[in-house]
């Protein structure tokens, strides 16, 4: 049996592939990791080089979702709260994703990043809001929970924002590739993150990830 030492355990010891199946080239591949400079703009998928990692997944994506898109219309299904966007639905972002029958392979999840960014947006369509309203880790956790039974397994879901939180190993999904976006000065880096639906077995004795960077979704 051909082997190589090439891929790398979670812990960073090398782990023996077997060349001859058909997975040997993904197998334990190391997460990706890079970073860009950009000028900073509201519209996150303006961003030049975020515009070529949220296309590089979509090029592989068959259905793809987007609950926070205000005007941007790279997913399938979008949504989002203010009714002055070109979004298909103006709903809140649950409710949204509780109401749709279909299975997504991809989400993109690019929400208000901080309290202030939440307050603004319900301001905007007239809803009045207090603090615990604007709490931007619980709104990212409903979202998420909501997302789950509509997420295919294997799915991706890109994350964008002020941290790496994203959906996470206790929702069963494993990080594939991270992209920093520096934008100069005392602006906050936009991270970029990309993970994949993984079910437990394959989370805890490492299952297929495909480099993205190299060989899409």
């Known amino acids: 049996m051909e082997t190589s030492t090439s ?8 782990v023996p592939i077997d060349k001859t199946k058909p997975e040997a080239s993904t197998l334990c591949r190391p997460m990706i990791f890079s970073r860009e400079w950009a000028m900073p703009s509201p519209d996150t998928f303006s ?3 975020i515009a070529a990692f949220v296309r590089r997944y979509l090029e592989h994506s068959a259905i793809s979702v987007d609950p926070f898109s205000r005007n941007c219309g ?3 299904f979008t949504n989002d709260l203010n009714p002055e966007t070109c979004a298909q639905t103006h709903m809140d972002a649950v409710a949204w994703l509780e109401s749709l029958t279909i299975r997504a392979d991809l989400m993109l999840f690019d929400p208000p990043y901080s309290p202030r960014q939440i307050s603004e947006c319900y301001k905007q369509v007239g809803r009045a809001v207090g603090t615990e309203g604007t709490q931007n880790a619980a709104l990212y956790k409903r979202v998420r929970d909501a997302a789950m039974k509509i997420l295919a397994p294997n799915a991706v879901v890109l994350s964008f924002g002020w941290n790496s939180s994203g959906m996470g190993k206790g929702r069963s999904f494993e990080l594939v590739e991270q992209m920093n976006v520096c934008h100069g000065g005392a602006h906050n880096d936009t991270i970029c993150i990309a ?3 993984r079910d ?3 989370l805890e004795f490492g299952g297929e990830m495909e480099p993205q ?3 899409g979704t």
């Open 200 to 202: 437990k077995a394959q």
């Open 7 to 14: 891929g790398l355990s979670k812990s960073g010891c090398s």
């Open 195 to 197: 993970e994949r639906r």
């Open 47 to 49: 961003i030049p080089p």
């Open 213 to 215: 960077s190299e060989a």
């Open 74 to 76: 790279l997913a399938t």
